[in-house]
């Protein structure tokens, strides 16, 4: 069972590192990308637990490849209507996992069909965004 007190150690969060987040880590790693290039400059709180939680739990568990967790993700949080923050991020993944171009606006296609054709446009948009910044890279 998950106590938030068992993460704090001398005052600071997580300062001994579970293997929960180190597998987060990898994960991360296997992406392209590191806490440092977002969820760290939110908070670093907020930043471990996430890379503990969602990276080392469920994004490691077995049973789906990185590339259609990705997928799954993506199209959830173009949904469910998420702020560029969430979507950004998810649709970099994506792209990083091997999602293609026309695979991409498939899902877009499909997820606007069922949560409602105006989430469409913002995806679309914050889509285009990331692929230019892919290009900088």
């Known amino acids: 069972e998950f106590q938030y007190s068992n993460y704090r150690q001398e005052g600071t969060f997580m300062e001994k590192k579970s293997q929960a987040y180190k597998d987060g880590i990898d994960i991360m790693k296997q992406m392209g990308e590191t806490p440092k290039e977002g969820l760290d400059k939110i908070d ?40 560029p923050m969430a979507v950004k991020p998810n649709i970099r993944r994506a792209i990083r996992t091997g999602i293609s171009d026309r695979e991409f606006r498939e899902m877009l296609y499909q997820v606007m069909h069922y949560a409602g054709w105006s989430i469409g446009g913002p995806a679309m948009k914050y889509y285009r965004e990331v692929l230019e910044e892919l290009k900088t890279e």
């Open 44 to 83: 670093q709180e907020f930043s471990d637990l996430s890379v503990e939680t969602i990276f080392g739990g469920v994004w490691a568990r077995e049973g789906l490849s990185l590339r259609d967790r990705a997928l799954v993700t993506v199209a959830t949080v173009i949904a469910l209507g998420r702020e």
